[in-house]
């Protein structure tokens, strides 16, 4: 089959800058408060007429360009969010609209924070086979479903896109390995209750906040810290890669404090951590090409270098892709 790789970046955050002050005043807590609990010092939050397909589109011709292809190259575009615009249809049919890419099947991929990673997974495996090029969006809009008195999530949380565009390359390099993985016994970690078909969206759901995003916080730091070293380890040694070969590691930018702890367990000595979330917060599916973008835009990844990237989030679910680049 044809060997794939990550051809080209992109990445878009709104304009709107939200200070820790302005986000902690109606959840009870100040800057020092958030800075310390997460190592967030500001995030961008999308203006009231841009909807996740704007994001995902600035994001995805900032790709295109990097890529150096046109839209109508593109056979395939799959959109990973979990705040679409709309239940239906999907996202990634009006992103293919605004694009202008007539001839690429669209659709939407849900993994909540580890949707970039699955649908990395879903796009190389059509792409090795039918050839072609694909393009990968993460991208949330998530300040319009925060409770803005719960500081779990509220201080947590911006809006970004973040796009690979995913093409043929030559033997030897690109995309070595992708491992995906659900643990659905821990589901009710991370949940928006209502707006689906078990609890539609009824006035009484919204008066009781059942729309907003819920997390427990502990929950998901317990299953970060269990499982995550476990399986990066483990995906490592199937791909038979020494640890100290891996110079960068762009993980979901959850929370700073968390990312620290967790990189001090990987056994990582070469590895370098990428981080955007201080300036932008955790941006859910966006987050990691969102950072991957930024790292390439830097100069900082150097051809041949040994990329890990790993998702973790809602369902709860676990991503880890592993690029040459």
């Known amino acids: 089959m044809t060997a794939v790789g990550i051809l080209g970046t992109g990445s878009y955050v709104p304009d709107r800058i939200v200070s820790n002050d302005e986000v902690g005043a109606a959840a009870g807590v100040d800057d020092a408060w958030i800075t310390r609990k997460t190592a967030i010092r500001r995030r961008r939050w999308a203006a009231a007429d841009q909807a996740t397909s704007d994001l995902a589109t600035a994001a995805a011709r900032r790709a295109l360009k990097s890529a150096g292809i046109t839209a109508g190259q593109l056979s395939l575009i799959v959109v990973a969010t979990s705040t679409p615009d709309r239940p239906q249809p999907p996202t990634a049919a009006y ?192 987050s990691i090409p969102l950072t991957l973008d930024a790292a390439a835009r830097a100069g900082s990844i150097r051809p041949g270098d040994l990329v890990l990237m790993a998702g973790f989030g809602g369902g709860m679910a676990a991503g880890l892709a592993l690029v040459g680049w």
């Open 95 to 286: 992103v293919q609209q605004n694009l202008g890419a007539a001839h690429a099947a669209a659709f939407d991929v849900n993994a909540v924070c580890s949707g970039a990673v699955f649908a990395l997974s879903t796009a190389e495996a059509m792409v090795a086979r039918t050839g072609g090029h694909a393009l990968v969006i993460g991208a949330d809009l998530y300040s319009r479903i925060l409770n803005p008195a719960d500081r779990r999530t509220v201080v947590l949380f911006g809006d970004g896109a973040g796009a690979l565009v995913v093409g043929p390359i030559r033997q030897g390099v690109g995309i070595r390995k992708i491992a995906l993985h659900t643990f659905g016994e821990l589901s009710d970690l991370i949940r928006v209750p209502a707006g689906g078909s078990r609890l539609s969206c009824s006035p009484r759901a919204h008066d009781s906040g059942l729309h907003y995003f819920t997390m427990d916080g502990r929950g998901v730091r317990r299953f970060v810290e269990e499982h995550l070293p476990r399986l990066v380890k483990q995906f490592l040694h199937e791909t038979g890669v020494v640890p100290a070969d891996i110079a960068h590691f762009v993980p979901h930018q959850a929370n700073g404090v968390l990312l620290d702890e967790v990189m001090a367990e990987l056994g990582l000595p070469g590895a370098t951590l990428h981080r955007t979330l201080t300036y932008y917060g955790n941006t859910g599916a966006a």
